[in-house]
């Protein structure tokens, strides 16, 4: 039942990101991405921001997704000053693929893409501490270490 309650919670999340506030509307798109951009290298801020605030496609689905969770449920909140590895976001932002899913880094719980087709993972290790990615580290993390950068 909670995992039923947790997904709900995440979708609705998710939904509600994804709409796009009319221009007058008082904040912006990309306020509403405001906790997944300060994560992002400054180089690719504005990128993000972009086509997260763009029209919805099937290129958006992916990326919104994984920008609405970019670390699993139990990872600790995010050290102060932590930077999502640039390459990781470099290839959010151009993936091969049109649609891709995801695993997870065991150790510190961030979300690291699974493409559908060669390289099926672009990431074999964590781009942010080298740990064992897998579908299961969403649910189930390494028992040792609970946080990222």
């Not at 990128?47 to 994984?66: C, V």
């Amino acid at each position: 039942m909670r995992r039923t309650a947790l997904r709900v919670t995440r979708l609705e999340s998710l939904a509600a990101r994804s709409v796009v506030p009319a221009a007058d509307a008082a904040v912006s798109a990309r306020d509403t991405w405001a906790e997944v951009l300060a994560l992002v290298p400054g180089k690719f801020t504005d990128a993000l921001a972009a086509k997260l605030g763009g029209p919805y496609d099937a290129d958006l689905e992916a990326l919104a997704s994984w920008a609405s969770a970019p670390l699993a449920p139990w990872a600790r909140s995010p050290a102060p000053g932590l930077v999502l590895p640039a390459a990781l976001v470099a290839w959010v932002l151009d993936p091969p693929h049109r649609y891709w899913v995801g695993h997870h880094c065991g150790a510190c719980g961030l979300a690291v893409p699974v493409g559908l087709d060669d390289p099926i993972r672009p990431f074999p290790a964590c781009p942010a501490c080298g740990g064992a990615t897998s579908y299961a580290a969403y649910d189930r993390p390494h028992p040792e270490d609970h946080s990222c950068g």
